[in-house]
């Protein structure tokens, strides 16, 4: 069982900046992947970034195409939290951010909502034009 609980999320201007974390509990979330997805108003949910359980050089990161290069997925060990800085967002960014656990991705990571067993409630990320 792994507990999520997502933080961080507000109001950000185009072009601004917001970092959300995610400080995951229980026995396996040190060696999960852990993905961040998104739900807009009337859409469906879908995958933002993820990243391996395991660390160092063979740590895998996969990203969203429309994100590349503005946003940023990290993972603190010490502190069992996964962080996703933000940067240049737009409008289009706005939703509701998810953060999910897939403990079967230690050496891999997937885009799909399917293989996450354990979510987080959710925090919303407004960006006004």
């Known amino acids: 069982q792994v507990h999520l609980v997502e933080s961080g999320g507000g109001l950000a201007q185009d072009g601004g900046s917001l970092r959300l974390s995610c400080a995951a509990s229980?026995?396996?979330?040190?060696?999960?992947?852990m993905g961040w997805f998104r739900q807009a108003p009337g859409k469906e949910r879908e995958f933002v970034a993820a990243i391996s359980g395991i660390r160092g050089s063979k740590e895998i990161t996969r990203y969203r195409d429309s994100v590349k290069g503005r946003f940023t997925i990290s993972r603190d060990n010490s502190k069992n939290t996964v962080y996703l800085q933000m940067s240049r967002l737009k409008p289009e960014d706005t939703a509701v951010y998810y953060c999910a656990a897939d403990p079967r991705g230690i050496l891999t990571v997937s885009t799909s909502l399917g293989m996450y067993d354990y979510w987080g409630q959710g925090t919303q990320v407004t960006v006004s034009s």
């Open positions: 229980g026995r396996t979330a040190s060696s999960s992947a």
